[in-house]
């Protein structure tokens, strides 16, 4: 039977010189799909970055754990669980698609043979097999975002961290993306950080709500629906409802 991972947030907090980003942030993810969603400055980021360990937590202000182990003890095992696609499309211009997922393989540091299989195979699942050898520099936003997705796969990984992942997708391409999405969270936790509603309505299996460095809200869809009565029930309608009635509370106190 195949381990089920955790991974808890545990009274996190981060300041930005005297700039707080998150506020005593407490959550423990478990196998499953989670919408992160909230409105600019909400510490999505700065969530984010804490989970992939490229920012640690104000000193003394919290710790994240890895199935219980402190995730900056566990160094390159934690990252090895790990598959992060970021917002920024910074990939190598000069590099084909099939060599930028060689070189990710390789800071994964997966053997070379497995790497082939997978590559070819992530490749054919993104949709970029017949232009595998082709530059990157000459991919269109999709493309790259989809190659993106591609490469924080590789390695099987148990956490994966897709910020804004549908950015610069046609229609189509967006709802294959979301296809994937729900087909790998069955037995890993994957955090999306999204403006795009629609991207996680149909396959969160629980919305994070958030505001100024902590969480305001979270629960499935239909449970948050009923807490905020916005008339038609999609989870846009509800995210603009409640951040009204969030900026309501803090006028009158």
Partial sequence: MKKEHTLEICHVTKHYGKK???????????????GLLGPNGAGKSTL????TDNLIPDKNNGVIKWDNEDIQ????KYRSHLGFMPQQQNLYPTMTARQFMGYISSLKNIDRKSAVTEIESLLETVELKEVADKKTGGFSGGMKQRLLFASCLLGNPSLIIL???????????????????ENYGKDKIIIIAT?????????????IMMKDGRIIDNGSVEELVKKVHCGSETLENLYMQYYDEEEKKNVLG
């Fill in 73 to 76: 003890k566990l160094g390159k």
């Fill in 163 to 181: 910020d804004e992942p549908t950015a610069g997708l046609d229609p189509r391409q967006r709802v294959i993306l979301r296809e994937k999405i």
């Fill in 20 to 34: 707080r980003a998150l506020s005593d942030f407490s959550y423990t993810f478990k196998p499953g799909i989670y």
């Fill in 195 to 207: 403006h795009i509603t629609s991207d996680i309505e149909t396959i969160a299996d629980c919305i």
């Fill in 48 to 51: 984010m970055n804490l989970i």
